[in-house]
């Protein structure tokens, strides 16, 4: 069963992302956060989640993903994977950089969600599919869309 923390400023979009990864037989949501800065101290207290489902954005005077994902990374968590409406080079090549395992656009279909959290629970990095593609996770290099 992976276990899977999310984190986002829109209770909707929470609700409907527990809603999807509970409906899978393989994935249990196992905490829900409001804002980066709440996932990063569950994160620094030892969150039981196998992976981080993040954000990128949470308003003005709030850690973005990208920022969070840097701190996650340094104390050793689980692997994140950003969930954004933005789909800029620099927002998504900033997360990529902080050690983000992938990104998906919040429009991905269901079955793209789910499969990009296996691959980040297996360690396989993932990103959005070519056509929405601005970065390859992992090589540093800047990839066409």
Do not use: N
């Not at 899978?24 to 996932?39: C, F, G, N, P, S």
């Not at 079955?111 to 297996?122: K, T």
């Amino acid at each position: 069963m992976i276990a899977v923390a999310l984190t986002d400023d829109h209770p909707v979009v929470r609700a409907g992302l527990r809603a999807v990864l509970d409906g899978q037989d393989d994935m249990r949501v196992v905490a829900e956060h409001e804002t980066a800065e709440e996932l990063v101290e569950h994160v620094l207290e030892g969150i039981a989640a196998d992976v981080l489902l993040l954000d990128l954005r949470f308003g003005e005077g709030r850690l973005g993903g990208a920022a969070a994902t840097r701190q996650i990374v340094a104390a050793g968590g689980p692997p994140v994977l950003i969930l954004t409406t933005y789909d800029s080079d620099a927002d998504i090549l900033a997360a990529i950089e902080a050690g983000a395992s992938g990104y998906l656009l919040k429009d991905a279909p269901t079955a793209e969600l789910a499969a990009a959290i296996r691959a980040a629970a297996a360690g396989r990095p993932r990103s959005a599919p070519p056509s929405s593609a601005v970065c390859s996770v992992g090589s540093g290099r800047r990839g066409s869309p």
